[in-house]
Nanobody, 117 residues
Framework: QVQLVESGGGLVQPGGSLRLSCAASRSILSFNAMDWYRQVPGKQRELVASISSGGGTNYADSVKGRFTISRDNAQNTVYLQMNSLKPDDTAVYYC???????????WGQGTQVTVSS
């Protein structure tokens, strides 16, 4: 089990930046990957960015070049730096911890990001 707590969401104008944080209650190195997902009402949750235990990263095409996922192993925290935000980025953003063994997934409560003028 792990508890994940997201923070850093809010209202930002188009073109602005936000940094989301996901604090875990245990070592994030114990997971195969730490991910950020987002969801808007009426749509499926979509993977935004992922960072593996080895440090490899992957991004959705829609955020490549604008978002950066990183982690601080000592603080058990994963970050999502979001730049050049667009109204289409408006969503609830969720942190996910994934274990390949048993395909286990743990979710945070989500943080709202609203991009609007």
């Amino acid at each position: 089990q792990v508890q994940l707590v997201e923070s850093g969401g809010g209202l930002v104008q188009p073109g602005g930046s936000l940094r989301l944080s996901c604090a875990a209650s245990r070592s994030i190195l114990s997971f195969n990957a730490m991910d950020w997902y987002r969801q808007v009402p009426g749509k499926q949750r979509e993977l935004v960015a992922s960072i593996s235990s080895g440090g490899g990263t992957n991004y959705a095409d829609s955020v490549k070049g604008r978002f950066t996922i990183s982690r601080d192993n000592a603080q058990n925290t994963v970050y999502l730096q979001m730049n050049s935000l667009k109204p289409d980025d408006t969503a609830v953003y969720y942190c996910n911890a994934h274990l390949n063994w048993g395909n286990q997934n743990y979710w945070g409560q989500g943080t709202q990001v609203t991009v609007s003028s």
